[in-house]
């Protein structure tokens, strides 16, 4: 049984809160008395894609637990590259990455597209995505920012991962994938993609109101009171995955 911490959408840099509430999920994750097995952070890790942003995620993001975190549309590739990974290499291509543990291979995929909202995994990323897969010797997490299907919620639908064919072509002729994590929603959630369960993050430094709550708009969808939140996801040995959802603990948060 391995069990993964998955976390998005902190926003560095949007609220003079934003950085504690991360700094207060990270705290509480290596206040664990167990080790995980990955922490997966799918995306918006800066919320304008600045220098000081990813050089407090560098410092917020460090952990006892191994550390993956991808783009979202928030993020600027070049600075991400450089400040938060440490990259020198020039090019503004995806940032796909993969971590490598010993119960799990995690894949995460970069589905930003520059200076626009929406989602897409462009054919490198497919490309990288499928070699990973073909080369995998143990279960593979599919991670990325955009959900691929619908939530349910007008303003994260609209911006949502488009041209979603080729992913879930390849999906199917690679069945060691558990579940499809992902963020974007700032919002716990669970449904399919591909046959396989789509697990959406809470949001760190916000949470959506979905319409039925009056979440009808960006200007009335997102609520900064409500505290950041956790998910983790358990790959038991029948390859079933459980989530268990976790607001992070008043004091933890204080």
């Known amino acids: 049984m391995i069990v993964i911490a998955h976390l998005s959408d902190i926003h560095l840099g949007a609220t003079p809160q934003s950085a504690g509430r991360a700094d207060a999920v990270m705290r509480y994750l290596d206040a664990l008395p167990h ?3 990955a922490v ?5 890790i800066a919320d304008h894609g600045l220098d000081e942003e990813y ?12 550390v993956l975190a991808g783009p979202g549309n928030h993020d600027a590739r070049e600075p991400f590259r450089r400040v938060l ?19 799990a291979i995690y894949a995460m995929c970069d589905s930003s597209i520059p200076g ?3 989602g897409h ?13 073909g080369g995998a010797d143990r279960p593979v997490f599919v991670a990325f920012h955009h959900p691929p299907a619908l939530l349910h919620s007008p303003p994260v ?6 041209a979603s064919g080729p992913l879930e072509e390849l999906l199917g002729r690679h069945p060691g994938v558990p579940a499809v994590l992902v963020g974007h929603a ?19 430094v916000s949470t959506l109101r979905l319409p039925w709550e009056g979440g009808t708009s960006f200007e009335n969808c997102l609520d900064y009171d409500l505290p950041p939140a956790v998910a983790f996801h358990v790959l038991d040995d029948e390859g079933r995955v459980t989530t268990h959802y976790r607001v992070v603990p008043h004091e933890v948060g204080s």
């Not at 997966?40 to 918006?44: H, N, Y």
Request: glycine share 16%.
């Open 35 to 37: 080790d995980l097995d």
């Open 40 to 44: 997966l952070v799918t995306g918006d």
């Open 55 to 66: 050089e407090a995620a560098r410092k917020l993001l460090g952990s006892r637990h191994p």
């Open 85 to 103: 990974l440490g990259e020198d290499r020039p090019g503004g291509g995806p940032i796909n990455q993969v971590l490598r543990t010993g119960g």
């Open 116 to 118: 626009e909202d929406a």
């Open 121 to 133: 995994l462009d054919d490198e990323t497919i490309a990288w995505l499928d070699g990973v897969l």
């Open 157 to 162: 639908d609209g911006i949502r991962l488009h």
């Open 186 to 204: 700032h919002t716990p959630a669970a449904t399919t993609f591909a046959g396989r369960p789509l697990l959406v993050a809470p949001g760190v």
